[in-house]
């Protein structure tokens, strides 16, 4: 299976991550959560690089990836929120700022068909 790796990096003292480019024909499959500062953890998405939108499902529940927690642990994604980033940008939202150092991210890209 054809998979890429990509960096959400969220600065010391910041709550949101650095954006990250899905190529087209790959979507963000989990993320690779290091130690963290105890926060929620929500995705957003782009098609410009500008404007970020929050996916929420048909119930209308966020696109939350980690519920509070001081992270440690792999994410992996549901089915639809992953195929919401398929060809986009997107970028990481913490609940709470993270001090002590930047926070770096991995994601975990697979191919869209696979």
């Not at 990250?20 to 926060?39: C, H, M, N």
């Not at 998405?45 to 939350?64: C, E, K, M, N, R």
């Amino acid at each position: 299976m054809a998979y890429l790796d990509v960096q959400l990096v969220i600065a010391s003292g910041g709550t949101t991550s650095g954006a990250a480019v899905v190529p087209s024909g790959y979507r963000l499959q989990s993320i690779e959560v290091p130690t963290i500062d105890s926060a929620t953890l929500a995705i957003q998405v782009s098609t410009d690089g500008a404007t970020w939108l929050t996916p929420y499902d048909a119930a209308g529940s966020i696109g939350q990836v980690q519920g509070a927690s001081t992270g440690n642990r792999v994410v992996v994604l549901g089915e639809s929120l992953s195929r919401a980033t398929e060809g986009r940008s997107v970028r990481l939202v913490a609940g709470a700022a993270q001090s002590g150092g930047q926070r770096v991210i991995v994601g975990r890209c697979i191919a869209a068909g696979g």
